[in-house]
């Protein structure tokens, strides 16, 4: 006879349906039922490398940011599962190690920081806390000096985002003879990358790439 502590079928399913009206869980890419994260979406987010040119810049993205891993990141970002950062971290990891490998003179890692609204909305930072989650120390010596237009910012084009950019970050730091890598999560046009280099070549800095967790299709084509 089972213990009498052994809870039977009905009881267990009856148990996890009252579990997931309480705290709801669903795999953030698929949204498959009962996983923070399932087995073919984690699949996804194994890192692939990616090495791309913008405007003489060399960056380095592991992951596409598109179907299933964009709503992973968004996940992340928007809707603060922070726990899925243990499973994106891996990936900005492999991006790193791909824009300096072993051997490589050192570099200072430098994240983008979030926008104040952003940072006020989520009361924390996603860049800083996925280098964390990927065993990396990212410096925070950018700060973001005039917000972005981000309300309108995604119907600017290329050069348009670049000029919405110009002038809105500004490094605390003197980097004189630094060799910098900039960090940030999602590569759309290059734009904040850029700017990011801007401010540390203006704190003396030599930019020698730029690593991003994701890359939206349309970064691929201003690679091109
Ligand atoms: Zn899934």
Sequence with gaps: MPPAFVLRPPLVGA?????AAVSPVSCAGCGAPDLELCGACRDLLLPRPVEAVHAGLRVVTAL????????????????????????LGPALRAAVDVALPPGAPPALLVAVPPSPSGR?????????????????????????????????????????????????LRCR?????????????????????????????????????????AATPLAARVAA
């Design 120 to 168: 006020r909305r989520r009361g924390w930072d996603p860049v800083t806390t996925l280098a964390r989650a990927a065993g990396v120390t990212a410096s925070v010596g950018l700060l973001v000096v005039r917000p972005g237009r981000s309300s309108s910012q995604k119907r600017l084009d290329r050069e348009q985002r670049a000029r919405a950019r110009l002038g809105s």
């Design 15 to 19: 148990l996890r349906g009252a579990l």
């Design 64 to 87: 596409r940011y598109e179907f299933e891993v964009r709503e992973a990141v968004l996940a992340y970002k928007q809707r603060g599962r922070l726990r899925l950062a243990a499973e």
């Design 173 to 213: 730091v003197d980097l004189t003879g630094r060799r910098v890598v900039v960090l940030d999560d999602v590569l759309t046009t290059g734009s904040t990358v850029q700017e990011a280099r801007r401010a540390l070549e203006e704190a003396g800095a030599e930019v020698v790439a730029a690593v991003c967790l």
